[in-house]
């Protein structure tokens, strides 16, 4: 059963770095999963925030652009998001996403809060 694990959420000032993990297992074909991170955000809807595709091509939302960078490590199943510069509408629950064709999975979630 394929699992995604998120972690590195936490509490951080304006800003402040912090980088989210997230973990898959009981998958082979990590490589060729596209992954997301996805935040919901108190009060808003669940949006995208940055994608990294099997050739390592990847895009960001206008919110994050320049600030946040997403990338993968294939060899441990491992997709990162490095998010730098933070500011409190960036709090918001992060989530990891995996798909391939019909094939999808999220992971559990990580809080990042930022706040002085």
Request: glycine share 8%; proline share 3%; aromatic share 12%.
């Amino acid at each position: 059963q394929v699992q995604l694990v998120e972690s590195g959420g936490g509490l951080v000032q304006p800003g402040g770095s912090l980088r989210l993990s997230c973990a898959c297992s009981g998958s082979r074909i990590f490589n060729r999963y596209v992954m997301e991170w996805y935040r919901l955000a108190p009060g808003k809807q669940r949006d995208l925030v940055a994608r990294i595709s099997s050739d390592d091509s990847a895009d960001y939302s206008d919110s994050v652009k320049g600030r946040f960078t997403i990338s993968r490590d294939n060899a441990k199943n491992t997709v990162y998001l490095q998010m730098n510069n933070l500011n409190p509408e960036d709090t918001a629950v992060y989530f990891c996403h995996a798909k391939y064709f019909t094939l999808e999975y999220w992971g559990q979630g990580t809080h990042v809060t930022v706040s002085s």
